[in-house]
């Protein structure tokens, strides 16, 4: 939902980052209000997952340039648990498996966490089951993940849902999915697009990373951007998905090479 | 005294140093034990102490031990203090406190299918495991049979269940535990072991169990030391056929420990369940000598140690598995697996198969890591703060371990209480 006047939650500007000596993000720019679900899509190596990681704090990638804002504050400056607890929440394209570390105490520390930051009272075991059990309910989880070890054993689909169950329970005020449609038959991404759109709402903005139009078939954006070469070349609305999906990648490249050669880094706006 | 743990690889001291005064504080033999008493009182006079040129002995440091000024079984305040912050029982288990001093049975009433054994059965049984196993001369037995005054000799009758909780505390000196167990025909036994070094102390113990056919026993010890104190075990076990075993042991914060399991399937078609957990920090050392021989087709070792090393602490895991000709059909699989966290730690890390046996399935391995960068960013990125996630790895990673202890041992903490005393993250 497009609003003009709604606040600014996330301000990428001239994004720069390298991973060990390569250089990925090459000058992204972005802009998410507050009620808005942007797309990013892109080819693999396109840069798409090294921004999602970059915006979540991961170590091995180090910001070489340019600035993100996330509600006024420099996020850059923050730990990755404190980027969470403010909001800010990375949806994993693979979910990370922790033999030994119980879902369910996961789930609570995770969510204490993030509820004393909003200055809420932690939740006990008892209040936080009930809590679960009915978020559950927003991806049609069996409660019996819960006592399993986080997402060891889970299939891709389990793995998937349970990154939207704790978005759920976290509440986070941007949420950046990365490639959370891959790996899913069309039952578990049914599952997690309607977990999605049951938690977007005007206040909170979401970025999906994703390379292909089936998951926006399932979650509507008010934005597509292409990205290419560690930059968005393309911004316009969803029909920019569908023309992605009829004449694949092939003229990003070309648009890219025209663009580089006229030593141009604005992204093109279309619709 | 923790600098002289500094020099590893050192030879541990000489004799003179501090065992002949310390056997001069003996009382003379008496008792039950007397003969035993003075056979390792003899030995430890004319054996050489271990020393680093052994192989078995290469890392570990027994400097700790020339604190053994005082006589056995000399208890302090904290010692008893901490047996006495225990939780009760659990429902249906028996507790018994081991002092090294008095009668662990004076005043007990032993529920059915427990029995004491009696003199001639201590004399006919006392011993016998540890010569099966080949571990009667070594020496930490032999300073056990020096000092040990008291006994534990229990029988479990044939199709009896029975639950043992044992306690000790040591405080200064060498605690010297001594036990004997007797699984008859189809018992059933569970014995829950804490042992807890709150100060400068040494604890010695020597357990011998006998598993008749179709026994079954769960050894649970928990093993909480102090940086000044020393833990020497020898867990020595035979099993008939079908019998079954699980020893587990969790070891942390001792200056020295050092645990040798060590069984023997007399006639094979056994099952053997043994798991390790030790944590070390500081400058710690954990050794583990562990010992499995099959002495008959079809039997099964199921095998896993771990091992959480931080500060400049050392582990040392030395599995050997005997598969002599006639144990086919032998199915033994061993895993050493370690988690360095600090760059000054040390890990040794040896299996030792011996097969000989043509028609067997042997599988061992062995890994040595440091917490993963993407679990703990995976934990951050979820509002869980570095430190906090770091030990939720930790705890994951001993839980493997911790979990097959039973619940009694469990509700103990001992995880808890490692991350206490080690000061892990």
Request: proline letters at 5%; charged letters at 20%; one cysteine or more.
């Amino acid at each position: 939902m497009i609003r003009s006047d709604a606040p600014v939650l996330l301000e990428i500007r001239d994004l720069q980052a390298r991973v060990e000596d390569k250089a990925i993000l090459k000058g992204v720019n972005l802009t998410v209000r507050a009620g808005e679900i942007h797309a990013v899509m892109g080819r693999n190596g396109s840069g798409k997952s090294t921004l999602s990681k970059v915006l979540a704090g991961h170590p091995a990638y180090t910001v070489t340039g340019g600035s993100v804002t996330y509600r006024g504050d420099n996020l850059l400056e923050l730990d990755p648990e404190q980027r969470a607890r403010i909001g800010v929440f990375l949806g994993f394209q693979y979910p990370v498996e922790i033999p030994g570390v119980s879902n369910l105490e996961f789930l609570r520390v995770a969510t204490n966490a993030r509820r004393g930051e909003k200055g809420e009272e932690e939740l006990d075991t008892f209040a936080f089951e009930d809590l679960v059990r009915e978020r559950l309910k927003v991806v049609q989880m069996d409660p019996a993940f819960l006592e399993r070890s986080v997402n060891e054993g889970f299939s891709g689909g389990e793995k998937k849902r349970n990154e939207i169950l704790q978005m759920a329970l976290l509440e986070p005020v941007v949420a950046i999915l990365d490639e959370t449609d891959s790996g899913l038959d069309i039952d578990a991404l049914r599952i997690v697009a309607g977990g999605v759109n049951q938690l977007a709402g005007p206040d909170n903005a979401t970025l999906l990373i994703t390379h292909y139009q089936r998951l926006l078939d399932a979650i509507t954006p008010d934005y597509v951007h292409v990205m290419a070469a560690g930059r968005i070349l393309r911004t316009g609305g969803k029909e920019l998905a569908l023309e992605l999906e009829q004449r694949g990648y092939d003229w990003v490249d070309e648009e890219l090479a025209a663009l580089e050669a006229a030593g141009d880094r604005t992204p093109v706006e279309v619709g | 005294m923790t600098a002289s743990l500094s020099a590893p690889g050192s030879s541990v001291m000489g004799r003179s140093a501090w065992l002949e005064p310390w056997l001069a504080t003996l009382p003379a033999p008496s008792g039950p034990l007397e003969a035993v008493q003075v056979r390792g009182r003899r030995a430890l006079r004319e054996q050489p102490l271990p020393s680093s040129r052994q192989e078995d002995w290469r890392f570990t440091d027994l400097s700790l031990l020339q604190q053994l000024q005082q006589a056995p079984g000399a208890g302090d305040a904290a010692a008893a203090a901490s047996a006495a912050a225990l939780p009760p029982p659990a429902p249906g288990a028996l507790r018994l406190v081991l002092d090294g001093r008095s009668d662990p049975l004076a005043g007990v009433t032993l529920p059915e299918g427990l029995q004491a054994l009696n003199p001639l059965e201590i004399g006919q049984g006392l011993g016998h495991t540890l010569a099966a196993t080949g571990c009667e001369q070594h020496w930490p037995v032999e300073l056990n049979h020096a000092a040990a005054g008291t006994l534990l000799a229990l029988r479990v009758t044939a199709r009896h269940s029975v639950r043992l909780e044992l306690v000790s505390a040591a405080g200064a000196g060498l605690l010297p535990l001594r036990l004997l167990l007797v699984l008859e025909e189809k018992a059933e036994l569970e014995v829950n072991q804490l042992l807890l070094a709150p100060g400068p102390g040494a604890i010695s113990l020597v357990l011998e169990a006998h598993l008749a056919r179709s026994a079954r026993l769960h050894h649970g010890l928990v093993a909480l030391g102090h940086p000044e104190a020393a833990l020497l075990g020898h867990l020595a076990l035979e099993q008939e056929p079908e019998s079954s075993a699980n020893l587990t042991a969790v070891s942390a914060g001792w200056g020295l420990a050092r645990l040798e399991p060590r069984v023997l399937q007399v006639d094979g078609q056994a099952v053997t369940t043994l798991r390790g957990l030790q944590v070390v920090d500081g400058r710690q050392i954990a050794d583990t000598h562990s010992h499995v021989r099959f002495n008959g087709p079809e039997g099964q070792l199921d095998q896993l140690h771990k091992v959480v090393a931080a500060g400049q602490g050392r582990s040392v895991f030395n599995g050997a598995v005997r598969v002599p000709r006639e144990a086919q059909r032998t199915n033994a699989a061993q895993l050493s697996r370690s988690l360095l966290l600090s760059d000054r730690a040390r890990i040794d890390t040896k299996p030792e198969l011996e097969i000989v046996a043509d028609d067997v399935k042997c599988a061992h391995g062995a890994t040595v890591s440091s917490l993963q960068t993407d679990e703990l960013f995976y934990l951050q990125s979820r509002g869980i703060g570095a430190d906090q996630a770091a030990q939720l790895l930790q705890r994951a990673f001993c839980e493997e371990v911790l979990r097959v202890l039973p619940a009694v041992a469990r509700a103990w903490c001992p995880l808890e209480a490692l991350q206490r005393q080690d000061g892990l993250a």
